[in-house]
Nanobody, 120 residues
C-alpha cells in the first residue's frame, strides 16, 4: 500500500485545516492508521490513531478537543480535522498504516509528509 498525505498549508492561529491520507495499491480497512508530526529539531511524535473499523481512536493530550481523526474505508481515506490551531502545532504531518497504538514502531507503512505552518 502507498499513502499520500495532503491538506497542509499556512494558517493563522485559531484556524482550521483538514489533512487527508489516501491509499493506493491496497485497501486500508485491514490497517489501523495513525498521524504523527515532526517539528524542526524535534523527534517525530504521535498525534492520533484510529483502529481498522474506526470504532476506537486515540489522541495525544496536546490535541485532545482540537483534533479529530476519522476514516472512510469505502473511500480508502483517513482524515485529521485540526481546529483551534496553535503555533506549536507547526510541523510536518505524516500518515501511517500499521497496528493500533501510539508507538512509532507500530506503523510500518508511511506516507510522505505534509507541512502545516501556524502563524501567531
Amino acid at each position: 500500500v502507498q499513502l499520500q498525505a495532503s491538506g497542509g498549508g499556512l494558517v493563522q492561529a485559531g484556524g482550521s485545516l483538514r489533512l487527508s491520507c489516501a491509499a493506493s495499491g491496497r485497501t486500508l480497512s485491514s490497517y489501523a492508521m495513525g498521524w504523527f508530526r515532526e517539528a524542526p529539531g524535534k523527534e517525530r511524535e504521535f498525534v492520533a490513531s484510529i483502529n481498522s473499523s474506526g470504532g476506537s481512536t486515540l489522541h495525544t493530550d496536546s490535541v485532545k478537543g482540537r483534533f479529530t481523526i476519522s476514516r472512510d474505508n469505502a473511500k480508502n481515506t483517513v482524515s485529521l480535522q485540526m481546529n483551534s490551531l496553535k503555533p506549536e502545532d507547526t510541523a510536518v504531518y505524516y500518515c501511517a498504516a500499521g497496528l493500533y497504538g501510539t508507538r512509532l514502531q507500530n506503523y510500518y507503512v508511511w506516507g510522505q509528509g505534509t507541512q502545516v505552518t501556524v502563524s501567531s
